[in-house]
């Protein structure tokens, strides 16, 4: 790894291994052994690019699944993104950003989060990957959840969103009988569009858990062949 730290950035000997949430509104949230924290950051887009694209470094969770971590230095404010080892020298870098105390978005966290759920799902899907919206920490739930893949269904490219429990009301999401099933699914020829898709309607099904943007993480999985 080569360090890219801009000048006047600190960088203690205190580095934690952290997860963290997608970027919205220019805040993100970090877990890590010590708990939890909600940050600004000096430059949202450039660490949103990123994040959910395959290209940081990644940790095991259950069901053999993995999530992005960074290096946290909490006592300074400085966070690490380390990049894959893909034998790229370009990837094989560490960037570094500047974290500070959150302070009200100048813009709407949930559309950066629309947004960058729809890319990182091109980008799992280029991948032969599927990505799972569950809430963030080191011990999350299993609900709720929001699952997007694209699967193969009688040798035509599928693409699924699935999330429980079931979002009511939301003009989004087509209404289910109230019946106690668990989660709902749709499914439609995979395409540019409906992958694209993905983010709206992932958005809207996180936001009838009642919570934040910053509240939730990427899990990724490898599609089955």
């Known amino acids: 790894m080569t360090n890219d730290v801009p000048a006047g950035l600190e960088v203690g000997a205190s580095l ?6 997608p970027v919205s509104g220019g805040l993100l949230r970090t877990w890590t052994e010590d708990g939890t924290r909600l940050w600004s950051v000096d430059d ?29 230095d909490a006592e300074a404010g400085t966070l690490l993104v380390q990049g894959r080892s893909t034998g790229s020298a370009e990837d094989a870098q560490t960037r570094a950003f500047r974290l500070g105390d959150p302070v ?20 799992a899907v280029a991948r032969g990957e599927y990505w799972v919206v569950e809430l963030g920490g080191w011990d999350a739930p299993s609900e709720p959840y929001c699952f997007f893949g694209v699967i193969d269904d009688a040798g035509e490219r599928v693409a699924v969103i699935e999330t429980a429990p079931v979002p009511r009301d939301t003009g989004v999401w087509p209404e289910v009988p109230d019946d106690g099933r668990p989660g709902t699914s749709v499914s439609s020829p995979a395409s540019e569009g409906t992958i694209e898709a993905a983010g709206i309607f992932a958005v809207t099904a996180v936001e009838s858990w009642s919570v934040a943007p910053w509240d939730v993480a990427l899990t990724f999985g490898h599609r089955a062949p």
């Open 44 to 72: 949202p887009d450039g660490l949103s690019d990123l994040l959910g694209r395959g290209l940081i470094a990644r940790t095991s969770v259950p069901d053999d699944r993995f999530r992005e971590t960074v290096l946290l």
């Open 104 to 123: 009200r978005p100048e813009r709407n966290p949930w559309t950066d989060l629309d947004h960058f759920l729809a890319a990182a799902a091109a980008s």
């Open 16 to 21: 934690a291994t952290a997860m963290l949430s």
